[in-house]
């Protein structure tokens, strides 16, 4: 059973987050969380409306999104849990996308990628291959929002409203053939648009990443469109990225151009280049430590609350059948 920090009781439920508006307004912001009379968060308060006063482009839905009235899509019942969301302006400014930026502050730098039209290819070992924009894939299976948690191998984390489609519909429309175990991701190279690239350019890139079929096909594993009731921002990994939630972040590859579906496991892209610290499984687990993380505990992002990581980030109950010893 999923378990989380107890909130004291100036925290907001999911559905009552704070409004955009709100929150651009420092004291009616404070007033709402309760905090009017509190120095609580005073300081990380004012950087991040700072931040907030200073809003460009990139903020803004992608070019080529898919329509807005797909947001805010339906909440999935079974992953509406009643945690507190983190801060949008906060997930939105602290980032990793080493496409665009080797700090936090991705959002500074995508203003110049574009991210439609965005074919992406399927194919490799299947009955069906395709080839297909993502706001076609959008449009053909429907989108759902689900609030999951995102833990990164660097010890933090974020609960975010991911809004997408279960990655199980697509491949059983593709139709995998027998032969075909595992699934390879690949993201965009394009060097002129993507500052990160340029300033490393020894990295393998483009970006890489894989996962076994089975886990795949897991009802958990999502191909997300959206976040916080809109079209992904280009800093999330717009148009379409991939949301594995018992798994550390960076197996979550962002914006997705490839989906090839093969005999045997893949090289990833941080296993390339350091296969002791990121092994191709992944999965967050308290008790194996990253030679510079311990991975015991973990920070939230927009409170600094420190907590226990959960064994598969807490989705146990979802996934861990698939690692069971025979």
């Known amino acids: 059973m999923v378990t989380h920090i107890i909130r004291p009781d100036w925290h907001l439920p999911a ?3 704070t409004p955009e508006a709100v929150f651009l307004n420092r004291r009616g912001f404070l007033r709402e969380m309760g905090l009017a009379s509190v120095g609580l968060l005073g300081a990380r308060l004012v950087s991040i409306a700072q ?5 460009t482009t990139n903020s803004a839905p992608p070019t080529g999104a898919p329509p807005s009235n797909k947001y805010p899509a339906p909440r999935n019942p ?21 496409e665009f930026s080797l700090s936090k502050d991705v959002y500074r730098y995508v203003d110049k990628f574009v991210t439609a039209p965005w074919p992406i290819q399927i194919g490799g070992l299947v009955e069906r291959p395709m080839t297909m924009d993502a706001m076609e894939l959008a449009a053909t299976f429907g989108l759902e929002e689900r609030i999951y948690r995102l833990r990164c191998v660097e010890a933090w984390t974020m609960i975010v409203p991911w809004t997408g489609f279960q990655f199980s519909r697509l491949i059983e429309k593709v139709t995998p053939k ?6 390879r991701f ?6 002129e648009q993507s500052p990160g690239m340029r300033s490393a350019p020894n990295y393998p890139w483009p970006y890489f990443e894989g996962l076994r079929l089975d886990e795949a096909m897991n009802p958990l594993t999502l191909l997300a469109t959206g976040v916080y009731g809109k ?8 148009p379409i990225r991939l949301v594995v939630p018992w798994k550390y972040g960076y197996k979550s590859i962002k914006s997705i151009v490839k989906i090839e ?6 090289k990833t892209f941080w296993e390339t280049l350091q296969p002791e610290e990121y092994p191709f499984e992944s999965n967050v687990n308290p008790s194996v430590p990253h030679p510079r993380w311990s991975q015991a505990t973990e920070r939230l992002i927009d409170t600094g609350d420190r907590v226990k ?9 979802h996934v861990a059948r698939l690692y069971a010893k025979s």
């Open 15 to 17: 559905r009552l987050v």
């Open 178 to 183: 027998p032969e075909a175990k595992f699934v």
């Open 51 to 55: 931040a907030a006063s200073a809003e």
């Open 186 to 191: 690949e993201t965009f190279n394009r060097p």
């Open 261 to 266: 579906f093969i005999a045997g496991q893949p």
């Open 231 to 238: 079209p992904l921002p280009k800093q999330h990994g717009a």
């Open 309 to 317: 990581t959960q064994l598969y980030n807490g989705y146990g109950k």
């Open 78 to 98: 079974e992953f509406n849990p009643n945690w507190t969301l983190t801060n949008e302006k906060v997930a939105g400014r602290y980032n990793n996308f080493y």
